[in-house]
């Protein structure tokens, strides 16, 4: 029996672990083609294993988001070997710790914005003449509660994460015809190693794990949400309500 995403090709990025893992697993079941992208090379052949595992194909791409010289020659690469991209999930995501803005230092300052904002534009910039080729496809960035909620302490994450509510929006207004589709989304707590590096108080267990917010970015990836285009959603609403 044909798997409903068995012609579609995704980009994932942190897929070695926690929620980008999920999602690249999540669409591995549907059928779908993943190109996974992260820095740990042992890490993302877990995935791989787990993408086959699942039903899906899985093509792992070592790469430090932060060498943005590199997006040219990953774009080069990809399309030699892919038709198209139907969609991008922009996942990776990284925090040292957290502190008030006067203890910010200006690298780890800087550093938190290029991965949490800069990465995710410029990638699909670079990567969007492959978007272009897919009758639809879907690009997701992923925000957290920084972008409803005034929480201090997170410095250049926390407004990396704000702003990217405006990223889809920005994309979308820019894309208003034709199948691009653009999304911010907040996953909510989960029980990845960020969370727990950020509250080391808190029993791991309490929050969800990180595949019940996957489900909403596959969906949205496969193609729902078309009403709420450029849109910030909140992952557990827009399941509750869908």
């Not at 910039?125 to 897919?134: E, G, Q, S, V």
């Not at 005034?150 to 410095?155: A, G, K, R, S, V």
């Not at 969370?195 to 596959?218: C, H, K, L």
Request: charged share 20%; aromatic share 8%.
């Amino acid at each position: 029996m044909a798997k409903p995403l068995e012609s579609r090709i995704y980009l994932v990025t942190g897929a070695s672990s926690g929620l980008g893992r999920e999602v690249a697993v999540r669409l591995g079941a549907g059928g779908a083609n993943v190109v996974a992208l992260a820095r740990n090379e042992d890490r993302l052949a877990r995935t791989r294993d787990l993408v086959e595992a699942a039903g899906g194909r899985c093509l792992c791409v070592p790469l430090d988001l932060l060498q943005f010289g590199e997006y040219a020659r990953l774009f080069d690469a990809l399309k030699e070997h892919i038709p198209h991209l139907d969609g991008i999930a922009h996942i990776a995501g990284s925090l040292r710790y957290c502190t008030p803005m006067r203890y910010a230092e200006v690298a780890d300052f800087r550093q938190m914005l290029d991965l949490h904002l800069t990465a995710p534009n410029q990638l699909t910039r670079t990567l969007l003449p492959l978007l272009d080729r897919a009758e639809t496809a879907s690009v997701i960035f992923t925000t957290c509660d920084m972008i409803g909620r005034d929480i201090p302490n997170w410095h250049g994450y926390g407004l990396a994460k704000r702003a990217l509510g405006y990223a889809a929006a920005m994309w979308q207004a820019e894309h208003p015809d034709g199948g691009l589709r653009f999304f911010t989304v907040n996953p909510g707590d989960m029980r990845t190693g960020l969370f727990q590096r950020a509250y080391p108080g808190i029993a791991p267990d309490t929050v969800p794990p990180p595949s019940v917010a996957a489900e909403a970015f596959a969906r949205l990836l496969a193609g729902e949400g078309d009403a709420e285009r450029g849109h910030t959603l909140d992952a557990a609403a827009w399941l509750a309500a869908h």
